[in-house]
């Protein structure tokens, strides 16, 4: 796992990194984890950490699910989300009321924010104050402040056109329209940065009703498959029915394996400068520019830095040999498991094997996949093909989930992660939206607006950016030149 060297994504910037972390937060939180009862880890002692935890790590447990419904029956055990399950913004908006209450002006439906326009912080914590904020970094705070600045510009559009509203009707509107503006922005521009494919940039495109391009309608052509008057080949997510496949929920503990993301951060992030495009000589290591060191760097740098910095550098590989070495010996801040040190790659190890999650080949057949029938044939990288026949003793059915996606190779073309994940990820990429009312029955003017319903088909990254940042010179004709604002942008 450990990174020797740092292997950048060189198809995607910064900012991606923080994207999806900004949107996992909205959709599953196990809650804090059970430090009354923990696994016990037993170390080498050649183990370089064996000293430091006096020869066994000790890893609190993920709080157990108190709901009867689960428990009482046969079914695999059952972990609790302490957010709201749906696609619905709660990391910017909160998962109770007395989270929402905090967050809110109670005037013109708008988000609170500081005279600068930025989020209020903590004062014990350092950390912005908003819906979700564990597991802090530079990347998050970014997010949580473009996309609270983008409910505050909804407002100001919805009040001109319905000037009469209270502060509640432009507040439960605009949710709406920014969560889907979010939904918009995932699904067509996160998701073919990170998979840059053709035929999957065409599949994301006809979910969310847009042109799928010519590449499309020639493949469906060569198959002699016609598109009747109805749409029905091409028929979008947005907009039709909603679907439940014959169960309450739309994301699975699958889906939370396959989003470990974690080789995505850098381990040091290099400040850039918009005017001469190149690095500054400021860096700052992961613990620096984490927790409270969010804003603090913020504070020091002038935004069009910041910005231009995540619009250029670039995020980790999601491969072997590339997590940060920070995370394996992260210090937690007070508020947060009370400040214990803790090893996040032996956790996120642990956390598919504590919960159930079946091994790497296992998880392919039960997905419909053919299981690999050994290391070699996992990756034609021999190094890591020999390291993981040493580590499992030769047994590929010991290969844990998060390893071996890390590990296949080949990808298909432009892609970010293999085909494992890629499995899971195309069947919750569409339960997300069929299984939402708001994207599915309720996607109409009735309950958006017409003029909501435009924002959201006129929104993408760039605006959005655009919009939030008007004090950065020269961000329009900049991002003018990038086809898509989760590219590398120019230098």
């Known amino acids: 796992m450990a990174r020797d060297k740092f292997i950048p994504a060189k198809q995607l910037n910064l900012l991606a990194a923080g994207w999806i972390q900004f949107n996992v937060h909205d959709w599953f939180d196990h809650g804090p984890v059970d430090v009354s009862r923990r696994i016990r880890i037993e170390l080498d002692e050649d183990d370089p950490v064996y000293n430091k935890h006096k020869g066994e790590m000790k890893i609190p447990r993920t709080k157990p699910d108190r709901c009867q419904m689960c428990s009482d029956t046969d079914s695999p055990t059952t972990y609790q989300n302490d957010v709201t399950h749906w696609w619905d913004g709660s990391q910017l908006y909160g998962s109770d009321i007395r989270t929402n209450k905090k967050l809110r002006s109670f005037r013109k439906g708008k988000m609170k924010v500081g005279k600068d326009g930025w989020l209020p912080v903590n004062r014990k914590t350092g950390i912005d104050i908003t819906g979700f904020s564990n597991n802090w970094w530079i990347g998050l705070s970014l997010m949580h402040n473009i996309f609270t600045r983008e409910h505050n510009a909804i407002c100001d559009m919805l009040l001109k056109f319905h000037p009469d509203w209270s502060d509640q009707q432009l507040y439960d509107i605009t949710r709406l329209i920014n969560t889907a503006t979010i939904q918009k922005i995932h699904t067509v521009e996160w998701t073919p940065a990170i998979l840059n494919n053709s035929v999957l940039r065409a599949g994301v495109n006809v979910n969310f009703g847009l042109s799928p391009g010519k590449e499309v309608f020639d493949w469906l052509a060569a198959h002699n498959i016609s598109i009747d008057a109805s749409g029905a080949v091409l028929k979008p997510l947005v907009g039709s029915p ?18 470990r993301m974690h080789p995505l951060l850098p381990d040091d992030l290099y400040m850039r400068s918009v005017e001469t495009g190149q690095r500054t000589g400021k860096s700052y290591s992961l613990p620096e520019y984490s927790f409270k060191g969010a804003r603090d760097i913020l504070k020091k740098h002038s935004v069009d830095n910041v910005v231009y910095t995540f619009g250029v550098e670039h995020p980790g590989a999601l491969t072997l040999h590339n997590y940060p070495k920070a995370l394996m ?4 801040p007070r508020h947060q498991q009370n400040g214990e040190t803790i090893d996040l ?21 039960l997905t419909n996949l053919p299981p690999v029938e050994s290391f070699e044939k996992l990756t034609p990288n021999m190094k890591h093909s020999s390291l993981l026949k040493e580590l499992y003793d030769d047994d590929i059915e010991k290969l844990d989930l998060l390893i071996g996606c890390l590990a296949e190779e080949p990808r298909p073309d432009g892609c970010g992660f293999g085909e494992t994940a890629f499995n899971i990820f195309v069947l919750m990429a569409s339960r997300r939206l069929q299984t939402d009312r708001f994207m599915t029955d309720d996607f109409t003017s009735d309950i958006y607006t017409k003029e909501g319903l435009e924002w959201i088909q006129n929104a993408n990254m760039s605006n959005v950016l655009i919009r939030a940042f008007p004090e950065i010179k020269g961000l329009e004709e900049m991002l003018q030149n990038v086809e898509n604002a989760f590219f590398p942008w120019p230098v």
């Open 242 to 259: 909603s679907k439940f496949y014959g169960v309450p929920f739309s994301l699975t503990e699958e889906f939370v394996s396959v989003y």
């Open 345 to 365: 790659a032996t956790i996120d190890i642990l956390r598919d094997r504590e919960r159930g999650i079946p091994r790497y080949n296992e998880f392919r057949r």
């Open 329 to 332: 010996n992260l210090k937690l």
